[in-house]
């Protein structure tokens, strides 16, 4: 077996947390989580509420941190470098990990052009030769460019839901980020701007690490390869979707995903 | 209802007489004399209030030109690191102290700690008096109008990797702005007004200033002077002043309003 | 706290319960009449078969619609795969028990050709088989499901009997032919029926364990 057939039968991890715990002041929020997310890869997270998903995922960019009060410990290695280690400028660690959140959140006072641009443009880049292919590059690739190329120049508030959404996703892809997290992206649309932006995350993941928390077990069903059940900051049960969906091995997984609680 | 509305026109009475009564006094004593006159000997006829209006703009810039800035750092340290620094909340009771002290402790303060040490009353004083005024109202207002930008908006920042204090300037405080200005502005005007604590400070001066160190005239303590004096020329002028004192103050609410109307229909989409 | 799915389970439940009671009755009735040489037993088959295809619609269309309105996952998922598939099998069974009921008939037109012993038997442990599948599933009985696949094997071994034996007769005498011709036919009927019990039982370990074991797939 060659070792490119090897990389395609055993894919390369992204992303791994090793025995990550998330701190809300004494409170700790995320036990101890282990969990591989492999490259090019879907990995859903699910989970009742206050079961650490959310506080899971912003570890994965040190996003946590900014909350007074909070911490994170343990180890996330990306691509085999831990972004804890002492010295890692956290700054650089989040152009690399790019970030959706539940509800779209475009800057009001930006243009729609100016959100896309925005990761470049507020780090100083200004030359619209190099951001113009960006933006319609990142446009193109949130599946948004033929809604707006006429209206570049517009607020990107007046974007209806499913647009800005897809707007945020632009705006995160324009840095070129390895890996994306999304922190149910779809809770807060319709159910044709879901199926849009499942579509779409389809496509992405050819060039993307997609991390993905979700309320709604059809959508981590349908479009995840992995997928990890939280419950009270523990990860029970990780494992390949379809097989987390037919035959869980935990009793809780079960519970939980035939809505028995939660 | 009738009663709501008679007790509205009651509170917008004593403004619409103010007005009335200041244009009908002062308006026929507003010519280019008012503009570019200095205060003239008693008995001369004549003078205006230029130095008085030189004065005020150079106090009211000064402060504002120092005031602004750190009252905006201060807003900004209370609303976006407030949360986890110990120094926020003494920080935030001083400035809740100093917004709610009697202007005229402000001036004996400045009297105090700049006056008596110069030995001089100083236009450089009057403006410190106003920036001790204008910096809470300035910190006060940005603070709160900073932590109504929703978080989500900061950590879009932050997930896009730009460091905190570009996320600060660039996402935050640019949404923010609208109201902030207002604020700014709203502080500016009420500045302007103030009388009691230059009294300790610029003191007044029948002339143009001739340095930061030296004392200055000022728009209200100037018609204070002239309409305290037995002449009727000055009180002539008085009124003139009080005019230009309070249409000054006016334009400025008014401006306030408009752009702060401008932000809130942005708002609404 | 009982979910939607979990009542409309219990109702499709009930309906495969009945189905698999109409089966057991069918199957006990064709066997009983060629047995006891009762041939007005017969006409009850019939009347069972045409039953069980009417749960069989009832129960593919409860199916479908808890597939469609309840989007169950995991265990309820399996279950209601296992169940579909189970349904297709007890139908199956319903129209084996009617040709057992048409060998049967055709045999009981002449005299006995020898006393039936391993046929009864036969008989006796297929019912047994398609009881124990019903239960096992009904109770989510795990070591009973396993028991039905080492059932059929004595199946298999009494059918192999059956056809030596009557292979012999044949031979033998050529008078024979037609009716051990019918016996072959109903032991083959038979072991159909163990088939089906079977393919139920491992649908049952399936919606129990999530393993798939039949053609030797673990």
Request: charged share 20%.
């Amino acid at each position: 077996m060659s070792a490119d057939e090897q990389t395609k039968l055993q894919p390369r991890i992204e992303l791994e947390t090793i025995g990550l715990q998330a701190y809300f002041g004494e409170t700790r929020a995320v036990h101890g989580v282990s969990l591989r997310m492999p490259r090019h890869r879907l990995t859903a997270l699910i989970g009742p509420s206050g079961c650490g998903k959310s506080t899971f995922i912003r570890c994965l960019n040190r996003l946590h941190e900014e909350i007074p009060g909070a911490r994170a410990e343990g180890q996330v290695l990306l691509e085999g470098e831990d972004i804890y280690r002492r010295g890692v400028d956290p700054v650089l660690i989040r152009r690399r990990i790019g970030m959706v959140f539940q509800r779209p959140n475009p800057f009001p006072t930006m243009s729609i052009y100016e959100n896309v641009a925005s990761g470049l443009l507020l780090a100083g880049v200004k030359d619209r030769r190099t951001l113009d292919p960006i933006v319609e590059r990142s446009l193109k690739q949130a599946a948004l460019w033929d809604e707006v190329k006429d209206q570049l120049k517009r607020t990107g508030t007046r974007l209806s839901g499913g647009q800005q959404q897809r707007l945020c996703i632009a705006r995160a892809l324009a840095v070129e980020p390895p890996v994306l997290l999304m922190d149910e992206p779809t809770s807060a649309l319709d159910p044709i701007s879901t199926a849009r932006i499942e579509e779409l995350l389809l496509e992405l993941k050819k060039a993307v690490t997609v991390v993905m928390v979700t309320h709604n077990m059809q959508q981590a069903a349908r479009i995840s390869d992995q997928t990890a059940f939280f419950l009270l900051g523990d990860m029970v049960e990780s494992g390949p979707t379809d097989a987390i969906f037919t035959n869980p091995k935990d009793q809780r997984t079960e519970q939980y995903i035939t809505g028995r609680f939660g | 209802m009738i009663l709501l509305v008679t007790g509205c026109a009651l509170a917008v009475l004593p403004l619409l007489a103010i007005l009335m009564h200041l244009l009908r006094e002062g308006a026929s004593s507003i010519d280019l004399n008012f503009f570019t006159q200095v205060q003239k000997p008693v008995g001369e006829l004549g003078g205006g209030m230029a130095h008085a209006i030189l004065g005020t703009a150079a106090q009211v810039g000064l402060a504002a030109g120092l005031g602004v800035p750190l009252g905006l750092a201060c807003g900004i340290y209370l609303a976006e690191y407030g949360g986890r620094e110990r120094l926020a909340g003494p920080v935030r009771f001083a400035l809740e102290l100093l917004a709610s002290t009697p202007s005229i402790l402000v001036g004996v303060f400045v009297y105090g700690v700049i006056v008596v040490p110069m030995k001089k009353f100083s236009l450089f004083s009057g403006a410190l008096a106003l920036m001790v005024i204008l910096l809470p109202l300035v910190a006060r207002t940005s603070e709160e109008l900073l932590r109504l930008i929703p978080q989500h908006l900061r950590e879009a920042g932050l997930a896009l990797g730009l460091p905190r204090w570009k996320v600060i300037l660039s996402v935050v405080l640019r949404s923010a702005w609208p109201g902030v200005w207002a604020a700014i502005l709203l502080g500016i005007a009420r500045i302007a007004g103030e009388t009691a604590p230059l009294v300790l400070t610029s003191f007044g001066n029948p002339t143009f200033p001739r340095g930061l160190d030296q004392p200055s005239a000022s728009l209200p303590l100037q018609i204070y002077t002239y309409a305290i004096s037995p002449f009727d020329e000055w009180h002539r002028l008085a009124w003139a002043g009080a005019l230009v004192l309070v249409f000054t103050v006016l334009a400025l609410n008014a401006i306030t309003r408009l752009t702060g109307g401008s932000n809130e229909r942005r708002r609404a989409d | 706290m009982e979910r939607q799915i979990d009542i409309e389970i219990r109702a499709l439940k009930e309906l495969i319960l009945n189905m698999g009671g109409c089966v057991e009755k069918a199957i006990e009735e064709a066997t009983q009449a060629l047995i006891l040489r009762e041939p007005q037993r017969l006409q009850r088959v019939y009347e069972l078969e045409t039953k069980i295809n009417e749960h069989h619609i009832q129960v593919d269309e409860a199916c479908v619609k808890i597939l469609a309105t309840q989007s169950p996952l995991a265990a309820d998922l399996r279950w209601i795969v296992a169940t579909i598939k189970i349904n297709t099998d007890l139908e199956r069974m319903g129209d084996q028990a009617v040709n057992i009921s048409h060998n049967g008939e055709r045999y009981l037109t002449e005299p006995a050709l020898k006393p039936l012993i391993d046929l009864p038997r036969m008989a006796s442990e297929v019912r047994q088989m398609v009881r124990s599948c019903l239960d096992a599933f009904v109770r989510k009985d795990l070591a009973l499901a396993e028991k039905v696949l080492e059932q059929d094997d004595i199946v298999d071994g009494l059918k192999n009997e059956i056809f030596d034996e009557l292979r012999n007769y044949m031979v033998t005498d050529s008078t024979s032919v037609s009716r051990a011709l019918n016996l072959i036919l109903i032991a083959r009927n038979l072991e159909r029926l163990g088939d089906h019990a079977t393919n139920i039982a491992e649908d049952v370990i399936y919606a129990l364990t999530g393993k798939d074991i039949r053609h030797g797939h673990s």
